[in-house]
């Protein structure tokens, strides 16, 4: 496995929080790379997520962010025989 050295320059006083962090660091290398790779990842789907979703539909706690839980407190205009057939999902 080839390594190579990465430098980069931060400010001490407006990066005060990024050297702060630095600090508390036991491996800030591992500590950067892994920033850098969560960082990455923001607005991507992982496999990860999309069965943790299914996860917490199968335990009823997952309410999308555009809704409230008000909005699933009233009752339904769905079909009785919809319902039982989406019952019978086991979702």
């Known amino acids: 496995m080839a390594k190579q050295t990465v430098t ?3 400010d ?5 929080d990024i050297l702060r962090w630095l600090g ?3 491996n800030k ?5 892994e920033a850098i790779r969560e960082h990455l990842g923001r607005g991507v789907i992982t496999l990860t997520d999309v069965y ?6 199968k335990r009823g706690s997952w ?8 909005d699933y407190v009233k009752d ?4 009785s025989e919809v319902a039982a057939v989406l019952d019978s999902l086991g979702l």
């Not at 001490?12 to 005060?16: G, P, W, Y």
């Not at 943790?52 to 539909?57: F, G, H, K, T, V």
């Not at 309410?63 to 008000?70: E, F, G, W």
């Open 29 to 33: 290398s591992a500590a950067i790379r």
């Open 12 to 16: 001490t006083e407006r990066d005060r």
């Open 52 to 57: 943790e979703a299914i996860q917490d539909l």
């Open 24 to 26: 508390s660091q036991d």
């Open 76 to 79: 339904s205009d769905e079909p």
């Open 8 to 10: 980069f320059v931060v």
């Open 63 to 70: 309410i999308p962010a555009s809704h409230t839980q008000q």
